[in-house]
């Protein structure tokens, strides 16, 4: 257990204060796993539960409801944990995966397993086709206009660093500046730190609001100069929820001649985009946080810029002709491809994004405001011990972009590991931690979070389930410090 204030401050108990705080916890849990029996918050176990056969035909995702009526399509969500029904709210960590992307996932080791691209026999065409129908899904998924746009990569992180190690390692000399902001996730900072070291650009960072809810952008269009090569910005923040307005980026950032990245990790599950209005050169996304397997995502970038891109890692399958001391390449995304691919992965990732676009892309994001908007303010009026982080929904100055079906939020004198560690012991998963944002969480003024994110599955009453868990959690430790 962390005894740390929120400011980070350690309060180091006595021996005995330990003992005591264990056995406490121990009592709780106990009465946590004897009340379970009485909930009814599991999905009922009845045909649903069932095992896929892997033949019986899925239902259309158009013809599904959202929430409670979705949980019978993801298996895992039917369990118990610590004795409580699982209340699954870590989404913006990594989502679950619907019987349509575990199928493709079997279908894939059980009918056609082949090398792609390389085979001329019945399953390598088969593997190739299905593997490029993957590619062709997620560039429907976000509107592109032609499949070859879209690269697929390892996941988000990897697809920014290909674009710092070829655009930007190509383009960039001492003195150029990348415009990024205080909120990025790590992955959109290292990289463009390594990159800085290597070529002697600068960094420039957008700072948050005065009441630090989202991005200033008065200080963005401050930060811009004829010197700004890139700007590459998060579209939904995965702490402050907050939506940036790329169009307005995109328009500002041409108008200094820059290049746009946007770190959509947050966005392509969420929310229908269309990459040809969003305005930037490159969007960044991971398949494990809309639906699909972990191991594979997607860099998607306009023709033409990609075209201009030199290779970065060498191997099998972005090469043209390979000579004993050069080689040429292949165009994108092949160039960008190096050795075998995730194969599965990748046709899990196009089963996602098919069933997603599927399911409708709008009814998501509806769904989502109004989930993401009972949590909000569940939580928010729980206690005035409360801070939650990011623009409350609804707030003028989002200019209608809303927020994020997240809320990330302190408990005031409780740690937000101790905080997700008792809730884990009431069956409710949320992340704790720096969120990978840590220089955001220096801005904020703590060293950590709690962060409640929830999907298409979640459920009113699991809002309910997890605010009920958080509220005995400050119960018990108010016990515990009174004591
Ligand atoms: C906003 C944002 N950007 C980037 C990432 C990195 O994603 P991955 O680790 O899948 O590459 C995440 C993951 O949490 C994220 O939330």
């Not at 849990?29 to 176990?45: E, F, K, M, S, Y």
């Not at 699991?462 to 009920?468: C, H, Q, S, Y």
Request: with cysteine.
């Amino acid at each position: 257990m962390h005894a740390a204030s929120t400011s980070g401050r350690s309060t180091a108990p006595s021996m005995r204060s330990l003992a005591r705080l264990a056995s406490k916890r121990h009592q709780w849990i106990v009465r946590h796993r004897t009340a379970a029996a009485a909930t009814d918050l599991a999905a009922p176990a009845g045909p649903s539960a069932a095992l896929d056969d892997g033949r019986s035909p899925l239902p259309d995702p158009a013809s599904l409801q959202l929430g409670a009526p979705l949980r019978s399509q993801f298996p895992i969500l039917e369990q118990t944990v610590n004795g409580r029904p699982l209340v699954y709210l870590d989404n913006a960590a990594t989502s679950q995966k619907p019987r349509a992307v575990l199928r493709a996932l079997s279908n894939c080791y059980e009918e056609y397993n082949s090398n792609v691209h390389r085979g001329v026999h019945a399953l390598s065409a088969r593997a190739t086709q299905e593997y490029e129908d993957a590619r062709a899904k997620v560039a429907a998924l976000i509107c592109a206009s032609n499949s070859r746009e879209v690269v697929i990569t390892r996941n988000a992180t990897e697809a920014i660093n290909l674009v710092a190690n070829t655009w930007g390692a190509q383009n960039l000399k001492p003195g150029d500046e990348i415009i990024l902001s205080v909120a990025e996730h790590h992955a959109n900072l290292v990289p463009w730190q390594l990159l800085a070291v290597r070529t002697g650009a600068v960094l420039r960072h957008v700072r948050l609001t005065p009441d630090r809810t989202q991005l200033d952008m008065d200080h963005f269009r401050s930060l811009l100069s004829p010197r700004t090569r890139l700007v590459s910005l998060v579209h939904v923040s995965n702490v402050l929820g907050c939506v940036l307005d790329a169009a307005y980026v995109a328009e500002r950032a041409r108008a200094v001649g820059a290049r746009l990245l946007l770190d959509c990790c947050q966005s392509v599950p969420h929310s229908a985009l269309d990459v040809g209005s969003l305005g930037a050169d490159w969007i960044v996304a991971s398949s494990h946080k809309f639906c699909g397997p972990s191991g594979v995502g997607f860099l998607w970038g306009k023709y033409e810029v990609l075209e201009q891109m030199g290779p970065w890692m060498g191997g099998g399958e972005m090469i043209q002709d390979v000579f004993l001391d050069h080689s040429t390449f292949a165009p994108p995304p092949a160039r960008f491809e190096a050795g075998t691919p995730a194969i599965a992965e990748a046709i899990g990732m196009g089963a996602a994004a098919e069933w997603l676009q599927q399911l409708g892309m709008g009814r998501v994001h509806d769904y989502e405001q109004e989930i993401g908007t009972y949590l909000w303010e569940r939580l928010t009026s729980l206690s005035p011990r409360i801070t939650a982080y990011g623009p409350p929904p609804g707030d003028p100055r989002s200019g209608g972009r809303g927020r994020a079906s997240l809320v990330a939020f302190n408990v005031e004198g409780l740690h937000a590991t101790d905080v997700s560690t008792l809730l884990d012991h009431a069956g409710v998963a949320v992340r704790s931690g720096h969120h990978c944002a840590q220089p955001l969480h220096r801005e904020l003024g703590v060293p950590a979070s709690a962060r409640a994110s929830a999907y298409i599955y979640n459920t009113a009453a699991e809002v309910d389930a997890f605010v009920e868990a958080l509220k005995e959690t400050i119960q018990f430790f108010d016990d515990v410090h009174g004591a």
